[in-house]
């Protein structure tokens, strides 16, 4: 019987533990920091185990009997985790974009003849699978590529998309806004565009897409890792982006002129006022026309979207903050994460839509898209914790099983053989990308 380790019990693990339990009879052995989180998932299934993360001594030996390692921890912690893999010789999926130190590996990685295989996700993961399903139709009909945009988002389902930030947490918070101060690139017919991240904001416009309407995208970290394993020419424009309800991105670019995403600074907040934090922002010592000083701070109407957006949130509120010390950011989650839940009977939605445009013989053009839309059951999982689950549990069995075969550090991009079975299995899940073509002039 097969024996799997997940490391990490987080909001996106349980669907991978049913999965394997419920779905093939697999062993499930769960290891976390935080013991009850893990046995709430695992519950009273014989074949499931869940353990206490004590030291390296516990990682080793739950490593050393597993038949594969899924690592759902955040991703400074990912490298204790392979280094066990590598001692142990046991592969190791995770849903996690690549990092540096996992990089730094690689030649011990080879050594090892051990996989280590990243971004199997939503995004990173599935969108990756509708841009090869795309390309190699392509390739196929004998196409060239000349501009491919992906974007990805989780966002509240239409009917639950009601409050005036338009987002909701469907995944850890502070994950998302870790993602929001990391610089972007993408690339216009070969030039490449960089973007800081205290600038991403800035740098979004508008996406229509057929059916489901027009969104904000900003760019998603750096697309350059992915042009060679595509197959893309030098003179290509290619974007990944983030979708967004309209908005998002001008209301996230203020709460960074303000501070707020700083999780570095710790302040004293005993005793202090939500409104009171708020005029420290802008250096204020009066609290009673706070609200045009900080329009003016910003060079905006007193009232604009963003001044309504931070009341409704309550940072003008007379209210205690209910801590003694806390960063810009903890003080923003704790508003946010008061207002921004979903409610019972309430729908997360995922969006993946690809589009590339391609050249055919005659100087023919065609627009290729691939779109996928799921939403989540209010009465069970949500679309984003089963989109990112599915696909790395999928490419673990895939591995354990021995379909997938390969070594050494790999992405989806570089590991063409996955996406088929992986989008073959994910249809039974709901999970599908429908396709359509367009002529164009």
Known sequence: MKNIAIIGAGLMTKPMVDYFIEGFGYRVTMLNRT?????????????????????????????????????????????????SCLK????????????????????????????????????????????????????????????????????????SNNNPMGYKFSWDPRTVFVAAQTAGAYFDKGEKVSIPGDRLFEKFWFVDIDGLGSFETYPNKDVEKYMEPFGLGKDVSFYRGLLRYSGYCNTMSYMVSLGLFNSVDVHQLKNRSFREFTASLIGSTSLSNLEEDLAKFLKIKSNSDIIHR????????????????????????????????????????????IEVIAEFEN???????????????????????????????????????????????????????????????????????????????
């Open 88 to 159: 142990h010789q046991k592969n190791m999926i995770t849903s996690s974009y690549e990092i540096p130190e996992l990089m730094a590996l690689k030649d011990d990685v080879d050594k090892q003849g051990i996989l280590i295989l990243n971004e199997l996700g939503e995004v990173p993961g599935m969108d990756h699978f509708g841009t090869q399903l795309l390309l190699d139709q392509i390739k196929k009909d004998g196409g060239r590529v000349i501009s491919l945009n992906s974007y990805g988002s989780g966002i509240p389902a239409f009917e």
């Open 35 to 83: 013991l009850e989180k893990a046995q709430k998932i695992i519950g009273n299934r014989k074949l499931g185990k869940a353990i206490e993360w004590l030291n390296n001594d516990i990682l080793d030996s739950v490593i050393k009997d597993a038949d594969v390692v899924i690592s759902m921890v955040p991703k400074p912690l990912h490298i204790h985790i392979a280094k």
């Open 310 to 353: 931070l009341k409704w949130l309550g940072l003008f509120d007379e209210t205690l903050i209910p801590m003694d010390e806390g960063t810009n950011l903890d003080v923003l989650l704790n508003r946010m994460l008061e207002k921004m839940q979903y409610d019972e009977g309430e729908k997360d939605m995922i969006i993946l839509h």
């Open 363 to 441: 100087e023919k053009r065609e627009k290729r898209m691939a779109t996928m839309v799921v939403k989540g059951d209010p009465e069970g999982q949500t679309a984003m914790s089963r989109a990112v689950a599915l696909p790395t549990a999928i490419a673990a069995r895939l591995v354990v099983d021995g379909v997938i075969n390969a070594k050494g550090l790999k992405i989806p991009p570089n590991l063409p053989e996955l996406y088929k079975p992986a989008l073959s299995e994910l249809k039974t899940f709901g999970f599908e990308f429908s396709t359509h073509k367009t002529q164009l002039n």
